[in-house]
């Protein structure tokens, strides 16, 4: 009995670590309200890339970091959902009946 609960933790954990590690590739876009910022995330939330229109540059600095703030934090709220969404699979997987 013990053996077999011991074997399905480990394939749960096995599970997790796969979905940890998709989306660790997985990229999410976001681009400020005026499109001029635009951000990218991986599936973790850290930030890959980040695009600056040139015509920022003539903008003031509240302005620059406004929009840097937008794409960035879109970017980051996308990311979320998708790691709910693949934590929540998972979970599924190995729970039947689990909520959601």
Do not use: W, Y
């Not at 096995?14 to 990229?27: F, G, V, Y």
């Not at 929009?67 to 998972?90: F, P, R």
């Amino acid at each position: 009995m013990f053996g077999n609960l011991m074997g399905k933790l480990q394939e749960v954990q096995q599970k997790a670590e796969e979905a940890k590690a998709s989306l660790t590739t997985a990229r999410f876009e976001c681009s400020s309200t005026d499109g001029r910022v635009k951000a990218i995330v991986d599936g973790n939330s850290h930030l890959i890339d980040i695009t600056i229109d040139p015509s920022c540059l003539t903008c003031n600095i509240e302005e620059i970091q406004t929009c840097i703030k937008e794409a960035i934090v879109g970017a980051q709220q996308e990311a979320s959902v998708a790691q709910a969404e693949t934590m929540k699979n998972a979970a599924k997987s190995f729970l039947p009946g689990f909520p959601g």
